[in-house]
Structures are given as structure tokens and as C-alpha cells.
């Protein structure tokens, strides 16, 4: 799907998608930001276990890739990991232990504003790795960029409240093509128009509407 055609995705509200394109504008604007994705797929252990496999990525306000790491697991064909996490064989090769990948990703994220797609989900894989593998887990706070993207587009649900969207508007096979994907989105959300309408309005009736990202 393309932002071209957002608006056609359920009754877009001018309030919220103006608080949206403001929030993105803000975004980009500045450099206390990371962004981090997670992506986690099952794997036999044996006849009666399973075990999770977890890839990480942080990308910097820039685009730079702050890391790309697989959390090393008891057994793991290389074919399975390359192919559910788009990983390349580098990064595979490269792989570590939980512990030490989250103490490297808490000195990233440390006095950082953390966006995720879902931040709720994304700790929660998180911490599921964490009680895997018996170490600490990692404590994020930021935003769901999903969710400013539902504000966006006028996504309700049935009660009439925001929800996360399922899924990015990109095609993502990886944790950090999820990072770069949501990096493009939030661009994209910053560089549209402001609806021009009393709803999308501050109290003294400023729109930012001729504001443009640096």
C-alpha cells in the first residue's frame, strides 16, 4: 500500500492524522531517536522441544546501522536463519549470546526514544528471550510507530480506538529492513500535507501547514 492512497483506508480524521504528520515532523527533526526491531521464529530443538530464534536491529536517526545481531541459540540450521530472518551469513556467523547482545543494545537505546512497530509486542519477544535464555531483559520506551501510522491513516477499531496497524505499508524480511522501512514511512508521513481543517488546528488556529522537515 501506498501513503498515496492512505486516505482511502477507513474515514480519516483531520485531527488525527495532523497530530501524526506533526509527530513525524518532530521525528525528523531530531536525533534522540533509534529505531529497533525484533523478529523472532520458531525452531525444533528436538522431537519435544522448541526454541525461539531472535534477530535484533537498531538503526540511528541517520540511517546508520547501529547493529545487527542473532542471539546465538542450542541449535539452529544456518538455512532457517538466513532465510526467516534475512540475515546475512556475516551476521549468522557472528551470532551471541543473549546477554551480550541486550547489554549492547541498552548502551544504544540508553537516554534514547525507542520506536518500534509495536512496542508492546516487540518487548514482549524481548523478554520472552530473556527468560529462554536466564538473563535480564531489556527495558524500552518509546513509541509504536504503528499506532501513529493508524493515526494516520483514520484507523479505528470496532470500539472506536486507535490500534496498532498488523503490518508495515513495506515489504520487510528482516529486522533491519523493518528499521529501514519504518525510517522511510516516517518521512514520508513528515513530507505530506496538513489536512486544512478546523479540526487539525491548534486553539489559535496554527496548522503548521507550511512547515517543511529539515
Known amino acids: 500500500m501506498s501513503l498515496k492512497n492512505a486516505d482511502q483506508v477507513g474515514q480519516v480524521s483531520a485531527k488525527n492524522k495532523n497530530r501524526a504528520i506533526l509527530w513525524a515532523r518532530y521525528i525528523v527533526d531530531s536525533s534522540d531517536w533509534l529505531l529497533l526491531s525484533v523478529r523472532q521464529t520458531e525452531s525444533d530443538l528436538d522431537d519435544r522441544q ?14 546508520k546501522v547501529m547493529l545487527q545481531a542473532l ?3 542450542a541449535e539452529f540450521s544456518a538455512r532457517e536463519a538466513i532465510e ?34 509495536d512496542i508492546d509486542a516487540t518487548q514482549k519477544v524481548l523478554d520472552a528471550a530473556a527468560r529462554e535464555h536466564k538473563c535480564q531483559s531489556v527495558r524500552l520506551a518509546g513509541t509504536s510507530v504503528g499506532l501513529e501510522f493508524a493515526r494516520f491513516n483514520g484507523r479505528v477499531s ?19 529492513a523493518e528499521c529501514q522501512a519504518m525510517h522511510t514511512l516516517i518521512k514520508e508521513m513528515a513530507g505530506t500535507p496538513q489536512i486544512l481543517d478546523a479540526l487539525g488546528a491548534s486553539p489559535s488556529g496554527w496548522t503548521a501547514e507550511f512547515y517543511r522537515p529539515k
Request: proline share 3%; with cysteine; charged share 25%.
Open 50 to 63: 522448541k526454541q525461539n530464534l531472535v534477530s535484533i536491529a537498531i538503526l540511528a536517526p541517520s540511517g
Open 158 to 176: 470496532r470500539t472506536s480506538r486507535l490500534e496498532v496497524e498488523s503490518q508495515l505499508p513495506f515489504e520487510a524480511r528482516s529486522a533491519l
Open 71 to 73: 542471539i546465538r541459540a
Open 84 to 117: 526467516g530472518h534475512g540475515i546475512d551469513y556475516s551476521v549468522l556467523l557472528e551470532a551471541r549470546a543473549c546477554a551480550d547482545v541486550f547489554r549492547e543494545v541498552e548502551a544504544l537505546i540508553e537516554k534514547k526514544q525507542v520506536l518500534t512497530w
